[in-house]
């Protein structure tokens, strides 16, 4: 069965719910899926328990919520449906990185799978979108780098950035006036003592300084 039998705000529940533990190993509950949606609690929380009875989800009572083999085949196929929207509108259109995320939140739900699998296609079958996500196989298969934060690597690492985070596009903005993108290669320099600040630098141009905020949203491999 389609996706696309599915109410949008179904769709959107259940990426929702996908999205908040993709890069997090955080308790997914009704509150951060309220906020990941942009309604009240009560709302979210009476989608839950819908989608819950209709074996889309599972939710005990106080308890996370997670998706149910059916609820991630569907979710799965959203975020494959968004992410290769995204990375269309860059690579064909000529959109920016930090342009993409909404346009792709309303075309996700209008597109039939047929024309998901010829974008698909057309651009050579992409493994990951413009900010660095991987794209979920047609087959629902996904394949997420064994990345880990910026935040967290040491001084003179040398790293390659894997995901940057696309909740932010005046972030997103930041990152590409300084050249920095999915695949750049970073060195990073220890920031002023209790600055929480980190200065990182692309190639060998001057190094500039990245706050926690920022290096939160970047995850990164070591690169070889």
């Given at each position: 069965?389609?996706?696309?039998?599915?109410?949008m705000?179904?769709q959107?529940?259940?990426?929702?719910?996908?999205?908040?533990?993709?890069?997090?190993?955080?308790?997914?509950?009704?509150?951060?899926?309220?906020?990941?949606?942009g309604v009240?609690?009560?709302?979210?929380?009476?989608?839950?328990?819908k989608?819950?009875?209709?074996?889309?989800?599972?939710?005990?009572?106080?308890?996370?919520?997670?998706?149910?083999?059916?609820?991630?085949?569907?979710?799965?196929?959203?975020?494959?449906?968004?992410?290769?929207?995204?990375?269309?509108?860059?690579?064909?259109?000529?959109?920016?990185?930090?342009?993409?995320?909404?346009?792709?939140?309303?075309?996700?739900?209008?597109?039939?799978?047929?024309?998901?699998?010829?974008?698909?296609?057309?651009?050579?079958?992409?493994?990951?979108?413009?900010?660095g996500?991987?794209?979920?196989a047609?087959?629902?298969?996904?394949?997420?780098?064994?990345?880990?934060?910026?935040s967290?690597?040491?001084?003179?690492?040398r790293?390659?950035?894997?995901?940057?985070s696309d909740?932010?596009?005046?972030?997103?903005?930041?990152?590409a006036?300084?050249?920095?993108?999915?695949?750049?290669?970073?060195t990073?320099?220890?920031?002023?003592?209790?600055?929480?600040?980190?200065?990182?630098a692309?190639?060998?141009?001057?190094?500039?300084?990245?706050?926690?905020?920022?290096?939160d949203?970047?995850?990164?491999?070591?690169?070889?």
């Amino acid at each position: 069965m389609s996706v696309s039998t599915l109410s949008m705000s179904s769709q959107n529940y259940l990426k929702a719910i996908w999205a908040l533990g993709e890069w997090s190993d955080d308790p997914v509950t009704p509150t951060r899926v309220a906020e990941r949606v942009g309604v009240k609690l009560s709302t979210a929380s009476d989608a839950i328990r819908k989608l819950t009875e209709q074996g889309l989800l599972e939710h005990a009572p106080y308890g996370a919520v997670s998706l149910a083999p059916e609820g991630r085949t569907f979710a799965v196929a959203m975020v494959r449906r968004h992410r290769l929207i995204e990375a269309f509108l860059v690579e064909v259109l000529g959109y920016r990185w930090d342009q993409v995320h909404d346009e792709a939140e309303s075309l996700e739900h209008a597109v039939s799978d047929f024309l998901v699998d010829r974008i698909d296609e057309h651009l050579g079958r992409p493994q990951r979108d413009p900010h660095g996500d991987p794209i979920p196989a047609a087959d629902g298969t996904v394949v997420r780098p064994d990345a880990v934060l910026l935040s967290v690597m040491p001084a003179g690492a040398r790293v390659r950035v894997e995901r940057i985070s696309d909740d932010d596009p005046g972030l997103l903005q930041y990152f590409a006036e300084h050249g920095v993108g999915y695949g750049t290669v970073l060195t990073t320099r220890a920031g002023a003592p209790y600055s929480d600040v980190v200065n990182v630098a692309v190639a060998d141009g001057a190094p500039f300084a990245l706050g926690r905020a920022a290096t939160d949203a970047v995850w990164v491999t070591v690169a070889s």
